[in-house]
Nanobody
Framework: QVQLVESGGGLVQPGGSLRLSCAAS????????MGWYRQAPGKERELVAG???????AFADSVKGRFTISRDNAKNTVYLQMNSLKPEDTAVYYC????????WGQGTQVTVSS
């Protein structure tokens, strides 16, 4: 079992920045990929960014150049740095971690509004 605890969401003005964190704990040998999805009201959940244990990354086209993802394998923690935020980035952001199966965090709200 893996438990994921997210933090860092909140309200920010357009053009602002936020940093999300997600820490994994529990009983596991190793975590492969970690990353973030988001879901806006009335829309499907979509991949935002992912990172492998080796550091390879992938991003949704809508966030390329604005978001970065990193991880600290010693702390089993993944980070999402979000810059130049837009109102369309407003969503609940969910962390995931892959071991033999995928685990999900509880979600953290990000609201971009003036």
């Amino acid at each position: 079992q893996v438990q994921l605890v997210e933090s860092g969401g909140g309200l920010v003005q357009p053009g602002g920045s936020l940093r999300l964190s997600c820490a994994a704990s529990g009983s596991f040998f190793s975590i492969n990929a970690m990353g973030w999805y988001r879901q806006a009201p009335g829309k499907e959940r979509e991949l935002v960014a992912g990172i492998t244990s080796g550091g390879s990354t992938a991003f949704a086209d809508s966030v390329k150049g604005r978001f970065t993802i990193s991880r600290d394998n010693a702390k089993n923690t993944v980070y999402l740095q979000m810059n130049s935020l837009k109102p369309e980035d407003t969503a609940v952001y969910y962390c995931y971690a892959d071991t033999a199966m995928r685990y999900w965090g509880q979600g953290t709200q990000v609201t971009v509004s003036s």
